[in-house]
Nanobody, 125 residues
Framework: QLSLVESGGGLVQPNGSLILSCRASEGSLVGQHILWFRQAPGQEREGVSCLDVRATRLKYKDSVQGRFAISRDDHNTVFLQMNNLRPEDTGLYYC???????????????????WGQGTQVTVSS
């Protein structure tokens, strides 16, 4: 059984940077498409970025394109590098996983059955 744990959130000033990590506390991320999504207070969840099992096909929400970068290492961890953060990036950030049957990942959250508990990102001066 796969369980995910996020870390790396915190309080950062506008234009600052954070690196979020998603690791498997149980099971393995091998063979999984991974999604980062977020939820701001009073707003719906939105997919932010995803990568496929081989990290060759990456996708980003338009508003984070060029500022965020998703990657994975060989040690069962997926990262989300977030640069030039804006107040509107504030929210609870989750990672999610789905077995990589499809050719590429999707930003549609309901396609991912396994979620972590989330890590809070607050962008404020």
């Amino acid at each position: 059984q796969l369980s995910l744990v996020e870390s790396g959130g915190g309080l950062v000033q506008p234009n600052g940077s954070l690196i979020l990590s998603c690791r498997a506390s149980e099971g393995s991320l091998v063979g999984q498409h991974i999604l980062w999504f977020r939820q701001a207070p009073g707003q719906e969840r939105e997919g932010v970025s995803c990568l496929d099992v081989r990290a060759t096909r990456l996708k980003y929400k338009d508003s984070v394109q060029g500022r965020f970068a998703i990657s994975r290492d060989d040690h069962n961890t997926v990262f989300l590098q977030m640069n030039n953060l804006r107040p509107e990036d504030t929210g609870l950030y989750y990672c999610a996983a789905v077995f990589g049957i499809n050719y590429e990942c999707t930003l549609r959250i309901n396609e991912y059955p396994v979620w972590g508990q989330g890590t809070q990102v607050t962008v404020s001066s």
